[in-house]
């Protein structure tokens, strides 16, 4: 990890081969590449004066504020160890982004192409096993070799302001300490532009682009465009033609500016023991609004700012760390075989929740009455996928059977995701709730959706009507009534006028509709169908 960050950063900022009057730079650049076993440990922050509302991610925010800890364990170019932690947690914790009460930390292992995670929360690790081969692992790595070889060798650019502050003491996490030379490069946001410019003027230049990348990415980053037929080296050259046409002058007085800079501590045998970078990319206010979000009174600039701080030792020496024992990871193979296994990466874990998302879920066969085209065939099927309807004997639904109050506030509660609340009923036909529904009802009494009747019950197994159901319902969401909507069912004088206001509010959210000959038929017994159409829609509204 430390050693892919250094070089994706030094390349993509286009520093390597850039450095002739600081050669010590560039040698050690290129000795970095041979590295194969190392240990390191490295910090990165992100800042933004960025104002942001939502909650959630102003504890992210926080969190990459105080900064993300990565130490590392490379015994080779197959077998690495890392551990993912956080500075400050504390903003993250309790909630609903780490709710586990263990500080958040991951433990990942590399092993040829396979991976192996485990969080703070998790009892084993999660296995990725790939059918890449070792072999074609290195041929990789040797083709990314050869690559950054080949930019180093190739750009002409020259840095102008790389100084050297001369040799100074590193201490290193592992308790060591190294004498090394200070050599400091910064760069604005011109030089950054001219430095870009001629990195992918060469590269575009070079014969075998297309199959180095190919080489590396495979696949994965295609090296020609399907539609246009257009190479990498073509977008590269397209891409120099615009950058030719910023005028860095401008940007900066409407705003725009980019401000680098890098220090690296240098030893004796030429390794980076330590780097420090610091990006900022500063940038008018209006670019808010014209992305939609309203621009702060008094904000003319924000700013993202991007830090790392890495530390290295034992380069090109001998690295051990205690891989995981096989009764300790849980494949993705294993998973899809026996799904009940994801319980043991647990549900406060992200790597559970990611887990659960890949274990395979049986799918259950369509019921054998409710036809592919039936107009609620999709709600009833996912209502059955949310275990909030089931059928009868024989894989039936009976979608036109009348629904009796106690199914319906079974379905209701599981719908509208309540929690279950106890309460004593003290209706007078209470005895008469059946087993099964006895918790919902309670649930449904308690949060104030079902009220009885005058006469002191429930009529817990006396089919619902349709105007019952939707009082009901309505209730459940807590909207506000529309009391000024007027309907225009055929049949609407025929509505109670204690349902009135709720088929009102239902009809204008959209959770009921009138039949094809607009009657809103109120008193008639709702229909299984009709039940799993409204609350689907009510679900939907929910979400």
């Known amino acids: 990890m430390r050693k892919t960050v250094f070089i994706i950063l030094s390349a993509l900022l286009l520093l390597t081969g850039c450095v002739s009057n600081a050669p010590i730079f560039t040698e050690a650049f290129k000795k970095g590449i041979d ?76 092993q040829g192409s396979d991976l192996y995670v485990k969080s703070t929360a998790d009892n084993k690790f999660l296995g990725i096993e790939n059918e890449t081969s070792e072999q074609s692992q290195a041929e990789v790595t040797a083709q990314m070799k050869k690559f950054m070889e080949e930019i180093v060798k190739q750009n002409p650019f020259t840095l102008r302001h790389v100084d050297i502050l001369g040799e100074e003491t590193v201490t290193l996490p592992n308790g060591s300490s190294e004498t090394a030379t200070h050599v400091r490069i910064t760069m604005e946001f011109k030089e950054m532009v001219d430095v870009l410019i001629s990195t992918l003027e060469n590269l575009s230049k070079s014969p075998d682009l297309d199959n180095q990348l190919k080489s590396i990415f495979g696949e994965i980053i295609p090296t020609e465009d399907l539609e246009t037929g257009t190479s990498v080296k073509d977008e590269l050259s397209n891409l120099v033609k615009e950058l030719k046409a910023v005028n860095a002058e401008e940007l900066k007085a409407a705003g725009w500016d980019v401000d680098f800079s890098l220090d690296t501590w240098i030893n004796s045998d030429k390794e980076f023991d330590q780097t420090d970078a610091v990006i900022t990319v500063h940038a008018p206010a209006s670019v808010l609004s014209e992305a939609g979000v309203a621009e702060p009174q008094g904000l003319k600039t924000i700013y993202f700012t991007l830090k790392l701080h890495s530390q290295s030792w034992n380069q090109n020496q001998s690295v051990t760390y205690t891989v995981p024992p096989a009764d300790q990871v849980i494949t993705v193979q294993q998973l899809e075989k026996d799904p009940e296994l994801v319980t043991e990466f647990g549900e406060e874990s992200l790597i559970g929740r990611f887990a659960a998302a890949m274990a395979p879920v049986e799918e259950q066969p369509p019921f054998a009455d409710v036809s592919e085209d039936h107009w609620a065939n999709g709600p009833i099927m996912v209502l059955r996928d949310s275990g909030i309807v089931n059928g009868y004997a ?22 509208l995701g309540l929690e279950p609340e106890k309460k004593n009923l003290t209706f007078t036909d209470k005895n008469q709730i059946p087993a099964w529904s006895e918790e919902y009802w309670q649930t449904a009494v308690q949060a104030g959706i ?94």
């Open 394 to 415: 024989n894989n039936e639904f009976k979608p036109n059977q009348s629904i009796t109050r106690s199914e319906f506030i079974t379905m209701t509660v599981k719908a």
């Open 35 to 110: 590295v194969t076993s190392f240990e390191s440990k490295s910090t990165v922050t992100i800042d933004t004066n960025v104002p942001v509302q939502d909650d959630e991610l102003k504890r992210v925010l926080q969190v990459l504020k105080s900064g993300v800890i990565i130490a590392q364990q490379q015994k080779d170019l197959q077998n690495a160890h890392m551990e993912i932690s956080l500075q400050d947690p504390t903003p993250i914790m309790g909630t609903e982004l780490w709710p586990s009460a263990k500080k958040p930390a991951l433990d990942v292992y590399i």
């Open 450 to 543: 079902i009220n009885g009747y005058e006469d002191g019950t429930l009529k817990p197994n006396q089919k619902i009507s349709r105007a019952e159901m939707i009082a009901i319902l309505i209730r459940g969401l807590d909207e506000p009534l529309q009391n000024g909507y007027k309907l225009n069912y055929k049949d609407t004088k025929e509505i109670p006028a204690w349902a009135i206001p709720y088929v009102k509010t239902a009809t204008v959210n959209g959770i009921v509709q009138g039949s094809s000959d607009n009657r809103f038929a109120p008193h008639k017994n709702a229909s299984r169908a009709e039940v799993a159409m409204v609350l689907f829609n009510v679900m939907i509204g929910v979400e």
